[in-house]
């Protein structure tokens, strides 16, 4: 009984500070004059500055991150030097990390190699910001601080040969970020602010308890006596003897400008949504996409929910979400990352390849170093036929046509080429087949292939058979596409399992694949669960589109899901195809920006790969 009143004690308590606290952190943005209870700013929010943010502990996977240490010199443009940390130095995803607080590579660095580690595509970039860490400083400065600071990121970039990147900034550090997107929106791809500044709190200890501080010290009468305040005296023990000469030909007058016109500045946000941007400016931001971060549901009075929520209704294309743990933002940064970035953009494979007449569904050797593709009017022919290219350094040869498996009077298309390189399929139009449109097959022997034989039932049916692909490590499972009988529309996919060496009777793979609309080119995913579809089926972009089925534990494959923008456009977009290490998804398009009625293009997988 004492044990039961003791807890009932316990949670009305809990509920009861709760509800405090709600109250409280509601009025940050109502009311300027209004002073928090002190014994309610606890810890536990920042505890997830120190346990997953601020000198984090390595994550499984971090120790393997390879680092790449720069002196990145922003001179002309700016008199400084930064010191530049990258992890993952060959990832294709650039996430420009910008500490928080009085935050450096020395703090923030294990979470940012944390975040590489969770996956090899991003290559994470993170900094010791001006006046901080290892990099130099410089005081005599005409704009804030957080000003400043996102003027040396827009230089570090160019610095850097990246076009576009996304920014990933915690707390002072977002500042900067977002000053850096109204002034340079073209070098944003989206931003990441982890967690927002805002509200009276914040910018009073930031500014008086801080920045204005020095002013009040009557000692810093040069830089010798700032040397000795404790943030420059660890600045300066951990650093170079040119930075530490650097730091004291500063001019003290210049330095003590600084932290007034920064104090003075970050006060002047009191009642706004966040300090050092206006609501007007929030609302003015062009960007295409900005997530905010908050590191847990404790009361935080630097950077209160309430502002993060309120940041969300005045910044265009804004989502707001709660991570408390690394899990946590790795979980939502990622699909955020591959959603938003401009590096996962389509490349044409240009004009050696891409004629101007129709090119589409490559097929590679296991070596990547030859390619075959459907081409059509080449070397001086008319119609559809099977061509070859060979992949020189980084240039594709002159594609040539593979006559032993082309003619001048049939259609040749969809060429696949088995994982060893010694079978090629094809599906012609010539005689000799089950039906009008059927699937061959061709041996290499030697180094010329034989005339192709047709693969027969059940495969290929008295109706029109084509699009085949396998899936499996024995290729024991066909996916093509045909107009039999026993289908949901005119083309539908369907399926069969070779058991003992026997294809088994053709299966449809149902209403959820297959629709009164057409369906056709079935690509196996790495793992065969899922399959990438060709549809004309409506709710697309335009045209036929790429989509995507998988199929749940019990072999029942789901609805078809549209690619989206990054793969389909408002034109056809077909015929999907992988790289052998399916690290790029190949598809033929009719969009504007290639050199024919249809090209080849290409995005990286990891652009597309968790749509399911």
């Not at 420009?96 to 969770?118: Q, R, S």
């Not at 009361?299 to 265009?316: E, Q, W, Y």
């Amino acid at each position: 009984m004492i044990k039961a009143t003791t807890l009932s004690i316990f949670f009305a308590s809990a509920l009861l500070t709760n509800s405090v606290i709600a109250a409280q952190e509601s009025r940050i943005n109502t009311d300027p004059n209004f002073n928090p209870d002190p014994t309610l700013f606890k810890g536990a929010a920042n505890n997830i500055w120190i346990e997953v943010l601020f000198k984090a502990a390595p994550a499984a996977g971090s120790d393997s991150v390879q680092v790449e240490n720069l002196r990145v010199d922003l001179r002309p443009d700016r008199e400084m030097t930064l010191n530049v940390e990258i992890y993952n130095p060959g990832g294709a995803i650039p996430l420009i990390v910008t500490p928080g607080g009085m935050g450096d590579i020395e703090g923030f660095g294990a979470f940012a190699k944390n975040l590489a580690a969770a996956s090899s595509d991003l290559k994470v970039i993170i900094m010791d910001r001006r006046n901080l860490g290892r990099s130099e400083v410089s005081f005599a400065n005409d704009e804030p601080l957080g000003a400043e600071e996102a003027e040396d990121l827009h230089v570090l970039l160019h610095r850097l040969g990246i076009e576009s990147a996304i920014f990933y900034g915690m707390s002072s550090g977002s500042r900067s970020n977002m000053v850096l997107a109204e002034r340079h929106p073209e070098q944003v791809d989206a931003l990441i602010i982890a967690p927002l500044t805002g509200g009276p709190i914040a910018a009073q200890r930031l500014s008086d308890e801080y920045f204005l501080s020095f002013l009040r010290d009557d000692s810093l009468t040069s830089m010798e006596a700032v040397a000795q305040t404790p943030l420059w005296e660890a600045y300066l023990e951990r650093n170079s003897s040119e930075l530490k000469e650097i730091f004291f030909e500063q001019n003290v007058e210049d330095f003590l400008a600084t932290m007034k016109m920064t104090g003075e500045h970050l006060a002047s946000f009191r009642a706004k949504t966040t300090l050092g941007m206006t609501d007007e400016q929030l609302i003015a931001l062009d960007v295409p996409a900005t997530l905010i971060l908050h590191h847990g549901d404790e009361i935080d009075f630097l950077h209160p929910k309430v502002n993060s929520r309120a940041a969300t209704t005045l910044i265009k294309n804004s989502s707001f979400k709660v991570a408390p743990s690394l899990e946590a933002i790795v979980n939502v940064v990622l699909p955020f990352v591959k959603k938003h970035t401009s590096a996962l953009e389509l490349e044409n494979m240009g004009a050696v390849i891409n004629s101007s007449a129709r090119d589409a569904e490559p097929t590679f050797t296991a070596d990547g170093q030859t390619m075959y593709f459907n081409c059509f009017d080449r070397q001086g022919e008319k119609g559809s036929d099977i061509c070859v290219s060979h992949l020189q350094g980084t240039e594709w040869t002159e594609p040539s046509i593979v006559w032993e498996v082309s003619t001048r009077d049939y259609l040749e298309v969809e060429p696949l080429l088995s994982p060893d390189g010694q079978q090629l399929y094809i599906m012609s139009t010539r005689p000799g087949g089950k039906g009008g449109m059927d699937i061959w097959v061709s041996d290499l022997v030697g180094r010329s292939w034989t005339s192709p034989r047709n693969l027969d039932g059940p495969i290929n049916s008295a109706y029109a058979d084509h699009c085949l692909y396998f899936a499996g490590e024995e290729w024991e499972t066909a996916y093509w596409t045909s107009t039999r009988p026993g289908g949901f529309g005119g083309n539908d996919i369907w399926t069969s399992e070779r058991i003992d060496g026997v294809w088994q009777d053709a299966r449809n793979l149902g209403p959820n694949v297959n629709s009164a609309a057409t369906e056709h080119h079935s690509l196996p995913s790495p793992d065969g669960n899922s399959l990438y579809v060709t549809s004309i089926r409506e709710g697309g972009f335009g045209g036929e589109d790429i989509f995507v089925t998988t199929r749940n534990a019990d072999g029942i494959w789901g609805e078809l899901v549209n690619l989206g923008g990054r793969v389909n456009s408002d034109q056809n977009d077909r015929c999907p195809a992988f790289s052998p290490n399916f690290k790029t998804f190949f598809f033929d398009s009719e969009r504007s920006g290639g050199f024919g009625d249809k090209d080849l293009w290409s995005v990286p997988y990891s652009a597309i790969e968790d749509i399911r």
